[in-house]
């Protein structure tokens, strides 16, 4: 099927004539006027709506709390040693459970371990990540404590079991 504008143009209407092969339809008829102030309002105001929906992508990483750490030796998160390296803390892509913390490989593409913590407030603001580390033993490496994405004055704290009790 081929659509193909009338050249002519007559006032405020534009005739469209489509050619198939039994031959044109009787004619189809678009109108075209000036849009009155209501229109012109309702449409400023739908294209400003799509660039803010459009904008929204862009904030993806402060709803889930992505944050790129680098460690330059073994440290423990619960249930688990972490060995030196490239990790991606980031909440879990839940809402209706914001505490839950997915550790990732660098590239985003291995779990490493899966985190419950609770919610915590701090006074004070920075504009970096703060992560607090906490020794736990002589011979055990250094433990993440707290979690607290930049400019937020709620964190994370990592939920560790009791002194003698067994992660499973």
Not at 131 to 157: D, N
Request: hydrophobic share 40%; with cysteine; glycine share 8%.
């Amino acid at each position: 099927m081929r659509c193909e504008r009338n050249a002519a143009r007559q006032g405020t209407v534009i005739r469209w004539k489509h050619l198939i092969s039994e031959g044109p339809r009787p004619g189809n008829v678009l109108e075209v006027r000036p849009m009155n102030w209501l229109e012109k309002l309702l449409l400023g105001f739908s294209v400003f709506a799509l660039l803010v929906v459009l904008a929204i992508p862009a904030r993806a990483g402060i709803w889930n709390e992505k944050t790129e750490l680098t460690f330059s030796g073994p440290v423990e998160v619960p249930g688990r040693v972490l060995p030196a390296g490239h990790y991606i803390f980031k909440l879990l892509n839940s809402p209706s459970d914001r505490h839950i913390v997915e550790i990732t490989d660098e590239t985003g593409m291995r779990l490493v371990e899966i985190v419950n913590a609770m919610p915590i407030y701090r006074q004070h603001t920075t504009p970096r990540t703060v992560v607090t580390l906490e020794k736990r033993g002589p011979k055990s490496p250094e433990a993440v404590c707290t979690w607290f994405y930049p400019s937020k004055h709620t964190g994370l704290e990592f939920i560790y079991p009791k002194r003698g009790e067994q992660h499973g």
